[in-house]
Structure formats: structure tokens, C-alpha cells
């Protein structure tokens, strides 16, 4: 994180309140400052990662079984290379891990980001709630 922000002529600070991209309550404010053209910040965007609950909720999930977070996939574009991955959070799921499909990963942190569409492929979407 820079420790100077260059603040904006019209906007100053230029706040905008972050929202978890999981459940999507408020997480906190970003101050943008100067953005080129000196536009306005959005009102809210996507924290970088998520909130307090649901780490912890994360963590009990790892207890349970191998979680995995479905991102867009869009974030292997270069011009995501600023984001991170949480920002294209879709969904996330647990599978046990005896599961056959995931002998061949490395699952030594308890989760991991996979693209949506590996996930359709491997059919992890069929059980999503819209």
C-alpha cells in the first residue's frame, strides 16, 4: 500500500466504501484519491479480500473438507493483473478429500481458485443456488 495518496481537485479523498465479495456486506473504504481523468470512485467496490466472517466461515469449511473458489474466468487477463482474485469471486464449494478429481492437486493449504469454466467442466456448478 502507498503511503502518499495524490488526492483529486473535485473528489479529494475520493472514498468508496468496500463490500466483502462473498457476502457482500460492507467491509471497510478505499481511498482512491486521484483517479485519471479525475473521475469520481465508484460507491462501492469489491474489498481485495474478504470480510472477517467469512474467513472465519472459510476456516471451518477447511475443517470440513477441500474448499475450492470459482473465479471468472477473465482474471488469468492481463488487464486483471492489478486485482486479485477474490475480486472475481463467483462461488465458492467443499468437496471431501477423498474426492478422486483432486488426488493430482496440491491441497496442503485446504482450498484453492479455479477458473469457471474447469468448474463447469467438471460439473461443480450443478450444485449452485442462483
Excluded at 29 to 39: L, P, R
Excluded at 62 to 89: L, S
Amino acid at each position: 500500500m502507498a503511503n502518499n495518496l495524490k488526492l483529486s481537485k473535485k473528489h479529494g479523498v475520493n472514498p468508496s466504501l468496500q463490500v466483502c465479495t462473498i457476502c457482500g456486506h460492507d467491509d471497510g473504504i478505499a481511498m482512491f484519491g486521484y483517479i485519471t481523468g479525475d473521475k469520481e470512485a465508484p460507491r462501492r467496490t469489491l474489498s481485495p479480500e474478504p470480510c472477517k466472517k467469512c474467513k472465519a466461515d472459510i476456516e471451518n469449511y477447511k475443517k470440513q473438507g477441500f474448499v475450492i473458489f470459482v473465479i471468472n474466468d477473465e482474471f488469468e487477463n492481463e488487464e486483471m493483473a492489478h486485482t486479485t482474485p477474490w475480486q472475481h469471486f463467483k462461488y465458492l464449494t467443499v468437496v471431501k478429500r477423498e474426492a478422486e478429481f483432486i488426488q493430482d492437486w496440491d491441497t496442503s493449504k485446504g482450498a484453492c481458485f479455479l477458473q469457471a469454466s474447469r468448474a463447469t467442466k467438471m460439473g461443480l456448478d450443478q450444485f449452485v443456488e442462483s
